[in-house]
């Protein structure tokens, strides 16, 4: 599955690294989204971008920065991350539909991230 | 605030026993139903989008179907290439977000 990439596929990194996480989509979609999947837990949905604003910030800490140069790609940028921030990251992208059809989204692989 | 639950948690089958896994939600008018298949350190994979009471959508052993306050996500003979986690989600009328449930986790036994 290419449609939506994302890299790198594993991180680890201690409390006081600086890393970026990267995601690219070829669907030609026009909104991007940010997800963090812990063991047990549902997705949370962290960041969503529409035509490359940012349209939703779910409180996420602020050791989270995201970033989004264009429709195409999204990055998350982070710094002094905790252990509790171990988890699988996942980019989503979407067409952005209006007007109450139903939008799918369609998931990367995912970035599995180690703090230690 | 919109919810969405499934069970069971984990549901184990043999190769060729049918089952069906549940979805309840919650949303304030909805938009779209979805199911996804995610397997162990990969991203959802797209399944179904369900819009209305009624609809049923089938592709090879998989079959969802819909109602007002739950979805259905039927196997057929199931093989054990469909042992994954099934992820469903809502999204609202009034918005574009999703809300996910916890998955059910489905293993296929030969």
């Known amino acids: 599955e290419t449609g939506v990439t994302q890299t790198p596929r594993h991180l680890v990194m201690g409390m006081t690294n600086k890393k970026s996480l990267k995601c690219e989509q070829h669907?030609?979609?026009?909104?991007m989204y940010w997800y963090k999947q812990s063991a047990k837990k549902p997705l949370e949905l962290m960041f969503v971008?529409?035509?490359?604003?940012?349209?939703e910030n779910n409180s996420v800490p602020s050791r989270f920065s995201p970033e989004c140069p264009n429709s195409s790609h999204l990055f998350l940028h982070l710094h002094t991350l905790q252990p509790e921030d171990s988890a699988l990251y996942l980019c989503?992208?979407?067409?952005?539909?209006?007007?109450?059809?139903?939008?799918?989204?369609?998931f990367g692989p995912g970035t599995r991230l180690t703090v230690l | 605030e919109d919810q969405v639950t499934q069970s069971p948690e984990a549901l184990r089958l043999q190769e060729g026993e049918s089952s069906s896994l549940n979805c309840s939600y919650t949303?304030?008018?909805?938009?779209?139903l979805f199911w996804y298949r995610q397997d162990p350190g990969k991203g959802p994979e797209f399944l179904f989008t369900l819009y209305s009471a009624g609809e049923e959508k089938e592709k090879e052993r998989l079959k969802a179907t819909l109602t007002k306050k739950e979805s259905f996500l039927h196997i057929t003979a199931p093989k054990p290439e469909d042992s994954a986690t099934y992820l469903c989600a809502v999204q609202a009328y009034y918005g574009q977000n999703f809300v996910f449930g916890p998955g059910t986790r489905l293993s296929v036994l030969p």
């Open positions: 989503a992208s979407s067409q952005d539909i209006r007007g109450g059809a139903a939008d799918t989204q369609y």
């Open positions: 971008y529409s035509l490359e604003e940012r349209v």
């Open positions: 669907l030609g979609h026009n909104a």
């Open positions: 949303v304030s008018g909805l938009r779209g």
